[in-house]
């Protein structure tokens, strides 16, 4: 079985979709989603709804859970709560509680998904190194899990009490290792490459190859321009190093 693993999809429209046409072509069996479908994007309503179709495993990221709420979003910088408050207020009420009932931790047969980290996943912690990946993988219940979050790529392998970062874009599993797998961002990337970021999982083969996919970027920042979203959210699709 392929799996397609996708996470921070972030309201944009033209990359899941590329994403999702360029995993149909690759014949993979089945999605996953990490969370943050919403927020920073101008199509929220399309994108939770694709979601929902796809009837997928999927977790709730910050986004999706700061927008099924009505707390305050003071806590957190201009562009999320301008972009936040306005999708609040376009989503339908199903759609922000289904949002606000996704796990934030999930197990899919031997290996686990989430949003930000395996452990203490509702606190939305980041894996920016290999210090960060290293706590993780030394509390992680499973062999493998998948999280995103930082919107950047990576491969983290921990084997005989060592944690290391592997530089590649693809990732063959040792039985007598544990893996963490950040996806990167479909909607959002930010490691200097401003094509969508997902990952195929072959789980027959062992394999997890990192793939890149070139959406419209131009049509996504031309509706936040014209939803009235801050300037900036537009300019961040091209400047994402």
């Given at each position: 079985m392929k799996l397609a693993i996708i996470s921070d999809i972030h309201a944009n429209l033209q990359a899941l979709e590329a994403v999702i046409d360029h995993a149909s072509s690759e014949n993979v069996d089945q999605f996953i989603c990490l969370g943050d479908i919403v927020g920073y994007g101008p199509q929220p309503m399309e994108c939770t709804r694709i979601i929902q179709d796809l009837n997928c495993p999927t977790v709730r990221g910050n986004h999706d859970h700061e927008v099924a709420g009505n707390g305050s979003l003071d806590t957190?910088?201009?562009?999320?709560?301008?972009?936040?408050?306005?999708?609040?207020?376009?989503?339908?009420?199903?759609?922000?509680?289904?949002?606000?009932?996704?796990?934030?931790?999930?197990?899919?047969?031997?290996?686990?998904?989430?949003?930000?980290?395996?452990?203490?996943?509702?606190?939305?912690?980041?894996?920016?190194?290999?210090?960060?990946?290293?706590?993780?993988?030394?509390?992680?219940?499973?062999?493998?899990?998948?999280?995103?979050?930082?919107h950047v790529p990576g491969f983290f392998e921990h084997t005989q009490g060592v944690t290391h970062e592997i530089d590649s874009s693809y990732c063959t599993l040792s039985e007598v290792s544990k893996y963490l797998c950040n996806v990167g961002s479909v909607g959002q990337p930010r490691d200097s490459d401003i094509r969508a970021s997902y990952v195929i999982f072959d789980r027959t083969s062992r394999v997890i190859q990192r793939h890149r996919v070139v959406y419209d970027v131009e049509k996504t920042q031309d509706l936040l321009r014209l939803a009235g979203l801050p300037a900036s959210l537009a300019e961040r699709l091209v400047d994402v190093a």
């Open positions: 957190l910088h201009q562009d999320a709560q301008a972009s936040l408050t306005w999708t609040r207020k376009i989503l339908t009420d199903p759609q922000r509680a289904w949002l606000g009932a996704l796990p934030y931790v999930r197990r899919v047969g031997r290996f686990s998904i989430a949003h930000a980290t395996p452990h203490r996943s509702n606190l939305f912690g980041y894996v920016h190194d290999l210090a960060d990946a290293d706590r993780c993988l030394q509390e992680q219940a499973t062999p493998l899990c998948f999280i995103g979050h930082t």
